[in-house]
């Protein structure tokens, strides 16, 4: 398969992100753009962990009852989830129903409100964006990981952070603009 691939609309796009309509929006919307804010900035660290052993696509069309679900991922509101929360999660089939990552979930919204004591989740996810980050000419050169996402994964669970691998962070860095893995030739790469 080719790196890019021209869309039926004439532009070029990663080849991922050509296969589906709503990987089509999302690659061109949202992928690699810079996020900021705290309830985002958790959305997208809660769902990446949601994912992990699942299709991006899944969760895609999934966000809208995610978002629903976990109260538009305000940190304050999932941190206070009790047992009954819990149980409302599990019943949900709007969302991936999954023990581990629900739990995951809840402690993280707990450990995002306690970053804003030393300046907040955005400030703290922010601090590991490489300084320089080389686009990469094919997919054969984006990494699963990167020294960056070693470290933001560490420092996350020393904040009392979990399901927070370097692997699922540094797709979270992708995710929110920390590195910007659009390969050459695709449109959003010639956007840099």
């Given at each position: 398969m080719s790196d890019v691939v021209v869309g039926e609309d004439g532009v070029p796009r990663c080849a991922w992100g050509a296969s589906s309509p709503a990987y089509v929006t999302y690659h061109d919307e949202e992928w690699g753009r810079p996020v900021h804010g705290e309830s985002a900035l958790f959305e997208r660290v809660t769902l990446e962990g949601f994912q992990s052993g699942l299709s991006w696509?899944?969760?895609?069309?999934?966000?809208?009852?995610?978002?629903?679900?976990?109260?538009?991922?305000?940190?304050?509101?999932?941190?206070?989830?009790?047992e009954q929360d819990r149980a409302r999660l599990m019943a949900d089939t709007r969302i991936v129903r999954n023990n581990r990552k629900v739990d995951a979930a809840i402690t993280n919204a707990r450990a995002v409100v306690a970053l804003r004591e030393s300046g907040g989740l955005d400030a703290f996810m922010w601090s590991y964006a490489p300084a320089h980050h080389a686009s990469p000419a094919s997919f054969a050169e984006v990494p699963a990981s990167s020294p960056?996402?070693?470290?933001?994964a560490k420092a996350l669970k020393r904040a009392g952070f979990v399901f927070v691998g370097p692997t699922t962070m540094y797709a979270a860095m992708q995710a929110c603009g920390l590195?910007?893995?659009?390969v050459a030739g695709c449109h959003r790469a010639a956007e840099r």
């Open positions: 696509l899944t969760i895609l069309r999934k966000r809208p009852g995610f978002r629903d679900a976990f109260d538009g991922f305000d940190a304050e509101k999932v941190a206070a989830y009790g960056e996402s070693v470290a933001l590195v910007d893995d659009h």
